[in-house]
């Protein structure tokens, strides 16, 4: 199985600044077509997860575009422009390159 | 804009079979390329996938349940089901069906208690 390690657990951030999640994985996530099936889901409180990024960079129908990821092979980051009240939840990385499908432990953003 | 709704009982006795239904509305559960999937997620703690099945029915599950576990759709009535058997205290967890990952219905607490 893929291990997703993510870090920080949490991450106290003032309003306006800037956070950001590293996801690291225990091998390359590049798929044999040669796509990199990474992706970035929030959790709010009481919520269910929403799809944020798929494919390491590409913003879901509706994602502000202070959220943009990045990242290649084994090291991905989730970056947050400017944090907004909103923006308070669980965020957790995930993999579909390969089964079993895996997620990271996720980080918890809130407001300082 | 595709929705998804979990449905089935909230309360499972333990070494019983938890069965969960997901309704698919606004789109058809045999015309996307992409797989359907339930992922778990106990209380206060991670996300787990449990399984998942292809719009061709090909199914894939993860193997710490694999032993226990059935995925299957019904495109007649838009629908995925999931059957989880012999469960435990231990398999207590809000119940998710996904079109993964994009879109994912509201989830289900199942807690098995007798």
């Known amino acids: 199985d893929i291990v997703m390690t993510q870090t920080p657990l949490s991450s106290p951030v003032t309003l306006g600044q800037p956070a950001s999640i590293s996801c690291r994985s225990s091998?390359?996530?590049?798929?044999?077509?040669?796509?990199?099936?990474l992706s970035w889901l929030q959790q709010r409180p009481g919520q269910p997860p929403r799809l944020l990024i798929y494919?390491?960079?590409n913003r879901f129908s509706g994602v502000p575009d202070r959220f943009s990821g990045s990242g290649a092979g084994t090291d991905f980051t989730l970056k947050i422009s400017r944090v907004e009240a909103e923006d308070v939840g669980v965020y957790y990385c995930?993999?579909?390159?390969?089964?079993?499908?895996?997620f990271g432990g996720g980080t918890k953003v809130e407001i300082k | 804009q595709l929705q998804l709704q979990e449905s089935g009982p909230g309360l499972v006795k333990p070494s019983e079979t938890l069965s969960l239904t997901c309704t698919v509305s606004?789109?058809?559960?045999?015309?996307?390329?992409?797989?359907w999937g339930w992922i778990r997620q106990p209380p206060g703690k991670g996300l787990e996938w449990i399984g998942s099945?292809?719009?061709?029915?090909?199914?894939y599950y993860n193997p710490s349940l694999k032993s226990r576990v059935t995925i299957s759709v019904d495109t007649s009535k838009n629908q995925f089901s999931l059957k989880l058997s012999s469960v435990t205290a231990a398999d207590t967890a809000v119940y998710y069906c996904?079109?993964?990952?994009?879109?994912w219905g509201q989830g289900t607490l199942v807690t098995v208690s007798s």
């Open positions: 996904a079109l993964l990952a994009d879109y």
């Open positions: 091998q390359s996530l590049v798929h044999s077509d040669g796509n990199t099936y």
């Open positions: 995930m993999q579909a390159t390969q089964f079993p499908l895996t």
């Open positions: 606004g789109g058809s559960i045999s015309s996307s390329s992409y797989y």
């Open positions: 099945i292809y719009y061709s029915g090909s199914t």
């Open positions: 494919k390491i960079s």
